[in-house]
């Protein structure tokens, strides 16, 4: 197959690389805003390089690694080929893009998969079946950690969605996938407590959320924009059955501090180290869905829904009360338009 990738930023050299090697494919095309930077990651792994509808006019199968704010746009310029697209999350910036988006992509009949990888993490996995298997019995309560280990770059601040749709929902997306269930209620507390810089842009660096699930079970999450000792993101399930973690080992940043406390090792530093194996599962799943085996793992549907739980989370900040994620139809807002350029 030859396969497009748009974006060649931090995730999208990680996804290059992963590609050039697959067996299935045979050409690779990279396309970035920045030409010189697609010419060097190009020539570093044997791909080669070209505009934007360039590449996507002769793909077999496109892969967006864009800035946020273009994928709705990079998205739709795929979709007249009919070709299988794999795409960053979130679809979109805002819910009423979103639901546009998912929209088109149904009726289009195109093979599309959304970029959540936690639903790749072999112990994500493990979690979500031992809960569909009834191992853990009755869920009590997820609760999660996702910090970062540095906040992003303050250029990025303005395009990233905020908080809650650019970091928060791949928690959001990973209760639903690992529960089984749908968020019910939300409520949020918030505030910039260590950079400025989001507080300039109605943004957060620091957030407590309380989720309830149809089912009854509850949600917990304590996120951040800033960890001192790594990038920490964690997950423990408690049911009438058992009990289970997720990323708690020698890596996790945080230090014991009771007598018996295990020994740490320096914690992870981003994302691309903790989840490089996910992020790898993931664009191996794509390439078997863009050769016709097996059905998507992560649709555009649910981006919507973990989008819907970013619009109430945020919605909960911003009016300090609890809300129904029933209450999430549309935003009203304005479409997002913007050059493409990498993550």
């Known amino acids: 197959m030859h396969l497009a990738q748009i974006g060649?930023?931090?995730?999208?050299?990680?996804?290059?690389?992963?590609l050039v090697t697959h067996p299935l494919?045979?050409?690779?095309?990279?396309?970035?805003?920045?030409?010189?930077?697609?010419?060097?990651?190009?020539?570093?792994?044997?791909?080669?390089t070209a505009d934007v509808d360039e590449a996507i006019a002769a793909a077999d199968a496109v892969v967006i690694a864009a800035a946020t704010d273009a994928h709705s746009d990079l998205i739709r310029r795929a979709l007249p080929?009919?070709?299988?697209?794999?795409?960053?999350?979130p679809l979109a910036l805002d819910l009423g893009q979103t639901e546009r988006l998912v929209e088109e992509i149904d009726t289009s009949g195109v093979r599309f998969q959304l970029g959540f990888h936690r639903r790749?993490?072999?112990a994500y996995?493990?979690?979500?079946r031992r809960v569909t298997s009834g191992e853990l019995g009755r869920l009590y309560q997820v609760r999660m950690i996702a910090s970062d280990h540095e906040p992003p770059p303050q250029a990025y601040v303005p395009t990233s969605g905020g908080f809650f749709r650019d970091a928060a929902i791949h928690d959001f997306d990973a209760v639903r996938f690992v529960a089984g269930d749908e968020v019910d209620t939300i409520h949020v507390q918030g505030a910039a407590l260590g950079f400025e810089m989001f507080a300039r842009h109605d943004d957060v660096d620091t957030v407590v959320a309380i989720m309830r699930l149809r089912g009854g079970a509850f949600a917990v999450l304590a996120g951040g924009r800033h960890n001192p000792r790594g990038y920490d993101i964690r997950m423990e399930l408690v049911g009438s059955r058992d009990a289970v973690a997720i990323g708690l080992g020698p890596?996790?940043?945080?230090?014991?501090?009771?007598?018996?406390?295990?020994?740490?090792?320096?914690g992870w530093e981003s994302f691309l180290d903790r989840f490089a194996p996910a992020y790898r599962a993931e664009l191996l799943a794509f390439v078997e869905l863009a050769s016709g085996r097996g059905k998507s793992r992560c649709t555009a549907r649910d981006g919507l829904e973990a989008m819907r739980i970013a619009e109430a989370a945020?919605?909960?900040?911003?009016?300090?009360?609890?809300?129904?994620?029933?209450?999430?139809?549309?935003?009203?807002?304005?479409?997002?338009?913007?050059?493409?350029?990498?993550?």
């Open 8 to 18: 060649v930023g931090r995730i999208g050299q990680l996804h290059a690389r992963v």
């Open 25 to 48: 494919v045979d050409r690779l095309t990279l396309a970035d805003a920045d030409r010189g930077r697609a010419s060097e990651v190009a020539a570093s792994i044997g791909a080669e």
């Open 81 to 89: 080929r009919g070709v299988p697209i794999f795409c960053e999350k």
């Open 120 to 122: 790749f993490d072999p």
């Open 125 to 128: 996995r493990e979690a979500q």
């Open 251 to 266: 890596h996790t940043p945080i230090l014991p501090l009771d007598a018996d406390g295990i020994a740490m090792e320096p």
């Open 314 to 343: 945020a919605r909960s900040l911003r009016e300090g009360r609890t809300v129904r994620i029933a209450e999430i139809n549309t935003s009203g807002e304005k479409e997002v338009s913007s050059e493409v350029i990498s993550r």
